[in-house]
């Protein structure tokens, strides 16, 4: 590492934990230690934040607390809703996209293949996006119990479905629906007593808490059943001994983002029109691949021809102080193009890169990158 400050702009892939937060994680985990199962007063002062927790989540997105049930991501909030809707719900159909997160569309093929549902791939466009006549159509043709899995901001593309339409379809079709809003929450408002979405999934660390905690939300609670066997915690829906810090600070987080989220958003979205006009000012050959309509300011997906060392161009970035990703974090280990882009645009050459921006970010540093990249692409690195 060199002494130059470093230029973090993969918050899709994982954000910081908020400053305020850490200074408070030391005292909330000595002073809530207890077991929130324990009849005794530290057992009730631990129920007691774990409570209030669930009361602030609630409150946030306007639902009942029994609706919250805390998990340990969003990867377990995904697959609990999933072996739910088909154990509980006899779901017979799934339908959704090939460019889900893994922890949904992986989760659909297990089932298919253990042909307990059918599952249903819906086409999309370039951007990632469904068509919603298509999905009507498609839900019109299906006999028998279906839920709907489409993703609110895409974690690749940051494109945006309309969950209002999508879940109206639903409603009109009498099919569930579950959008993965692990990449949407905090940075969206979500009144989910209005809008028609069954289930929803969040992930602590997308949004400056803590790796290891995450929620979902169930409209029917009855529906979700136990991924795992245990004592029966989260009033029978998620055994094992609740993560309290974890749980606590995630409260803490999404506080913060809703109090300033307006201005957030504003200010982000700023650094991505900033950025999207400047990459294609530098006539490299840039292609930005988010959408200009219905996008999520904090993702910014873009496309570099090929050159002499463009594979290596993840590596020279972060040489040069800049954490970027060519994809979604998991398969990001090793530099690979994205599948979900080869998917998307299979005629494009050349490597995609995914900056996604915090508020913590700057114009100036934004230039630096652009400075960097005109560098590495014209080899005079
Ligand atoms: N869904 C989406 C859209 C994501 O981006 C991620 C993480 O990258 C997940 C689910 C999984 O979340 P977790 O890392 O908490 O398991």
């Given at each position: 590492?060199?002494?130059?400050?470093?230029?973090?702009?993969?918050?899709?892939?994982?954000?910081?934990?908020?400053?305020?937060?850490?200074?408070?994680?030391?005292?909330?985990?000595?002073?809530?230690?207890?077991?929130?199962?324990?009849?005794?007063?530290?057992?009730?002062?631990?129920?007691?934040?774990?409570?209030?927790?669930?009361?602030?989540?609630?409150?946030?997105?306007?639902?009942?607390?029994?609706?919250?049930?805390?998990?340990?991501?969003?990867?377990?909030?995904?697959?609990?809703?999933?072996?739910?809707?088909?154990?509980?719900?006899?779901?017979?159909?799934?339908?959704?996209?090939?460019?889900?997160?893994?922890?949904?569309?992986?989760?659909?093929?297990?089932?298919?293949?253990?042909?307990?549902?059918?599952?249903?791939?819906?086409?999309?466009?370039?951007?990632?996006?469904?068509?919603?006549?298509?999905?009507?159509?498609?839900?019109?043709?299906?006999?028998?119990?279906?839920?709907?899995?489409?993703?609110?901001?895409?974690?690749?593309?940051?494109?945006?479905?309309?969950?209002?339409?999508?879940?109206?379809?639903?409603?009109?079709?009498?099919?569930?629906?579950?959008?993965?809003?692990?990449?949407?929450i905090g940075i969206y408002d979500y009144h989910l007593d209005s809008l028609g979405v069954d289930f929803i999934s969040a992930s602590a660390h997308k949004f400056n808490a803590l790796k290891g905690v995450g929620f979902l939300f169930a409209r029917t609670p009855a529906a979700i059943h136990c991924m795992m066997h245990g004592g029966g915690q989260e009033r029978d829906k998620r055994s094992g001994t609740e993560n309290l810090l974890g749980i606590s600070a995630m409260t803490q987080a999404l506080e913060y983002k809703y109090q300033s989220r307006v201005d957030d958003f504003q200010y982000i979205d700023e650094l991505h029109q900033y950025m999207r006009?400047?990459?294609?000012?530098?006539?490299?050959?840039?292609?930005?691949?988010?959408?200009?309509?219905?996008?999520?300011?904090?993702?910014?997906?873009?496309?570099?021809?090929?050159?002499?060392?463009?594979?290596?161009?993840?590596?020279?970035?972060?040489?040069?102080?800049?954490?970027?990703?060519?994809?979604?974090?998991?398969?990001?280990?090793?530099?690979?193009?994205?599948?979900?882009?080869?998917?998307?645009?299979?005629?494009?050459?050349?490597?995609?890169?995914?900056?996604?921006?915090?508020?913590?970010?700057?114009?100036?540093?934004?230039?630096?990158?652009?400075?960097?990249?005109?560098?590495?692409?014209?080899?005079?690195?």
């Open positions: 590492m060199t002494d130059r400050k470093r230029i973090y702009l993969d918050h899709a892939a994982t954000t910081p934990v908020d400053d305020r937060i850490a200074a408070d994680l030391q005292n909330i985990a000595f002073k809530f230690f207890g077991n929130p199962s324990s009849i005794h007063t530290e057992g009730v002062s631990a129920r007691d934040l774990l409570e209030s927790s669930r009361r602030m989540i609630s409150n946030l997105f306007h639902c009942t607390t029994s609706q919250i049930i805390f998990t340990s991501c969003g990867t377990e909030s995904n697959n609990t809703i999933f072996q739910s809707a088909i154990h509980d719900l006899g779901i017979e159909h799934i339908l959704t996209t090939d460019i889900e997160h893994p922890s949904v569309i992986q989760t659909a093929l297990y089932y298919s293949n253990q042909q307990k549902i059918k599952l249903h791939i819906l086409p999309v466009d370039e951007f990632g996006l469904v068509s919603m006549d298509i999905l009507e159509e498609k839900l019109k043709a299906i006999k028998g119990k279906c839920l709907v899995s489409l993703m609110h901001v895409h974690n690749e593309i940051g494109s945006t479905h309309p969950l209002n339409t999508i879940s109206e379809i639903c409603i009109n079709h009498q099919a569930f629906f579950h959008s993965d809003t692990v990449q949407g006009k400047k990459l294609v000012d530098l006539d490299l050959g840039i292609e930005i691949n988010t959408p200009q309509k219905n996008y999520c300011p904090k993702i910014l997906n873009f496309q570099i021809p090929e050159y002499r060392g463009s594979d290596m161009l993840l590596i020279n970035l972060d040489i040069a102080g800049i954490a970027a990703s060519g994809g979604s974090a998991c398969s990001s280990g090793a530099e690979k193009p994205s599948g979900v882009i080869s998917k998307l645009k299979p005629l494009t050459k050349g490597r995609s890169v995914r900056f996604s921006f915090s508020t913590k970010n700057t114009k100036e540093e934004l230039d630096y990158c652009l400075y960097t990249l005109d560098k590495l692409i014209k080899k005079k690195y």
